[in-house]
């Protein structure tokens, strides 16, 4: 009882103005509009390692995630809590983001993988991004019976943001390429 | 009684709001303008961080996520 599924993007803007606007994502405001059921966002943790060039940093992100009137009967509750944990490996050029929920754990784990690196076509022109979400119904709640419908439910809705998301991202870019012209002219 | 729910929950940090932002425009501008160009050295913004970490540990209310708070710098590779 376990939905898995992949996602590619090719973003074409350097890996630099792609991390930077991954983490302007959830933050501006025109975009919270776009992204309405990201509630909250607040960094919890941060560490940088000066030997390495790695960042590390936990991020709270509080969803609204209303359900349909069933669902929220057994649930009790439409704000979910998740736990993103993000890994910035400045000398190789990668960022690796992990998140997952902390509420609702006992109904639903869903977990989703999220890494930017430069394109083997063009390193310094474009940016892959690779995505991997994985839903799963926990067999003995009280949601294991209609799982199945739950799980794609989620799968159908994580797919609905996930391509908001892509937008934003694309916006943001395009937005920190102008940035980054009009410095330099 | 739902929008209660998530106008709760909107309040509980949104009463540091303010010192959210501060501490990630502060970060923003740290991110792009040195650790992307290879200063690693030190993470800036530390009084930004400190302030609105100290309102964060008087605001959240999610005992899990209080645990992260209090877990500050420990972040493994595992978790990724």
Redesign the interface.
């Known amino acids: 009882m376990v939905k898995a599924y992949r996602q590619e993007h090719v973003y074409k803007h350097p890996w630099?103005r792609v991390?930077?606007a991954s983490?302007?994502k959830f933050?501006d405001p025109e975009n919270k509009r776009v992204l309405s059921h990201i509630?909250?966002v607040?960094?919890?943790?941060?560490?940088?390692d000066?030997s390495s060039?790695k960042?590390?940093?936990?991020r709270?992100i509080?969803i609204?995630c209303?359900g349909p009137w069933f669902l929220?009967r057994i649930v009790g509750?439409?704000?979910c809590?998740c736990?993103e944990?993000t890994?910035?490996d400045?000398m190789s050029r990668s960022m690796?983001l992990?998140s997952r929920n902390?509420?609702l754990q006992k109904f639903i784990e869903v977990e989703e993988?999220i890494r930017y690196d430069p394109h083997p076509d063009n390193p310094s022109g474009w940016t892959l991004c690779q995505q991997e979400t994985r839903i799963r119904i926990k067999p003995l709640s009280a949601l294991a019976s209609m799982a199945e419908k739950v799980e794609q439910r989620c799968a159908d809705r994580f797919l609905q943001n996930s391509v908001k998301g892509r937008e934003v991202m694309e916006r943001i870019c395009k937005y920190?390429e102008a940035e980054s012209t009009s410095l330099s002219l | 009684m739902r929008e209660n729910k998530a106008s709760k929950s909107l309040s509980s940090t949104s009463a540091c709001s303010l010192l959210r932002d501060a501490y990630h425009n502060c970060f923003n501008r740290w991110y792009a303008d040195k650790f992307m160009k290879g200063h690693w050295d030190k993470l800036e913004c530390a009084s930004e961080w400190q302030k609105y970490r100290a309102c964060l540990s008087q605001h959240l209310e999610d005992k899990h996520l209080i645990r992260f708070l209090e877990a500050e710098g420990i972040v493994q590779d595992s978790d990724l």
């Open positions: 630099e991390s930077c983490w302007r933050a509630l909250d607040d960094t919890l943790n941060h560490s940088l000066p060039g960042l590390y940093t936990t709270a509080t609204h209303p929220r509750q439409d704000i809590h736990v944990t890994m910035v400045a690796q992990s902390i509420s993988k920190l």
